[in-house]
């Protein structure tokens, strides 16, 4: 299943279950989620009913994870997807573009930065990239 299909989904829960970057050149940023159609299969989290995932950016400018209480939503942004998102409009992207040379990136690079979004039930997870993520399923016990 390739990011595109995951934002597809219309109902479906995500709790973070962390990050990893790997060191060196090639610097790849892996997110770890464990995942239901079924919240309150995520709210339990009986590992034999989640499916988990794996989300890896072979290259990133950005990455964070903000605890739900600290987050906000605003009316202005435009994204794609219900847990897995794709923002087409952000407040990120727009200080990022500003604040931390994004634009002059990508002329350099040749390449276009995109905000892909997590929303998990206790934290909201940002990752901004200019390749699209390759995904994997680690298991599903659901089936």
């Not at 990893?20 to 709210?43: H, I, M, W, Y």
């Not at 930065?113 to 016990?141: G, I, N």
Request: glycine share 4%; net charge negative; with cysteine.
């Amino acid at each position: 299943m390739n990011y595109q299909e995951l934002v597809e989904k219309e109902v479906y829960h995500l709790t973070f279950q962390g990050f990893e970057q790997t060191k060196g050149a090639n610097k790849l940023l892996t997110v770890r989620f464990d995942g239901s159609p079924n919240e309150t299969d995520v709210l339990i989290g009986n590992p034999q009913t989640l499916e988990r995932w794996q989300i890896s950016f072979s290259s990133y400018a950005f990455y964070s994870a903000t605890f739900e209480d600290f987050t906000v939503a605003k009316e202005h942004e435009v994204y794609q997807g219900y847990a897995f998102r794709i923002y087409e409009k952000s407040e990120l992207m727009d200080r990022l573009r500003t604040d931390a040379n994004l634009e002059v990136q990508e002329r350099n690079r040749g390449k276009i930065y995109r905000h892909y979004s997590f929303a998990c039930m206790e934290h909201q997870v940002d990752v901004v990239s200019c390749d699209e993520p390759s995904t994997k399923m680690l298991c599903s016990y659901s089936n």
